[in-house]
């Protein structure tokens, strides 16, 4: 069982910047693909942002290159999206997701919510123009 805990969503004007945190639960954090959703009203559930169990790999939503950043501290059990320039559509439910399927190409990072088996209960995050 994972657990996966959000924090540090708000309010911020465009242009500015968040950094969101993902503490999660379980002995086996460090083995599991991490990766970022989010999720707008009326809109469908969008990958963001994901990162292979050592950080040697990253994967971005077209959508946030070049602005969102995410990392992982494993010795603190969890993973943290860096937000810059900040636009108004970024304004969604953010979500951590944990896929613990076991790949044999280290590389590999799914961007489908499918193959995500562990969800958190999410943050909000708005942008205001």
């Known amino acids: 069982q994972v657990q996966l805990v959000e924090s540090g969503g708000g309010l911020v004007q465009a242009g500015g910047s968040l950094r969101l945190s993902c503490a999660a639960s379980?002995?086996?954090?460090?083995?599991?693909?991490m990766a970022w959703f989010r999720q707008a009203p009326g809109k469908e559930r969008e990958f963001v942002a994901a990162?292979?169990?050592?950080?040697?790999?990253?994967n971005y939503g077209d959508s946030v290159k070049g602005r969102f950043t995410i990392s992982r501290d494993n010795a603190k059990n969890s993973v943290y999206l860096q937000m810059n320039s900040l636009k108004p559509e970024d304004t969604a439910v953010y979500y951590c997701?944990?896929?613990?399927?076991?790949?044999?190409?280290?590389?590999?990072?799914?961007?489908?919510?499918?193959?995500?088996?562990?969800w958190g209960q999410g943050t909000q995050v708005t942008v205001s123009s």
């Open positions: 997701a944990a896929d613990i399927t076991y790949y044999s190409n280290i590389y590999y990072l799914g961007s489908a919510q499918e193959e995500y088996e562990y």
């Open positions: 379980g002995r086996t954090f460090a083995s599991h693909i």
């Open positions: 990162i292979t169990w050592n950080g040697g790999n990253t």
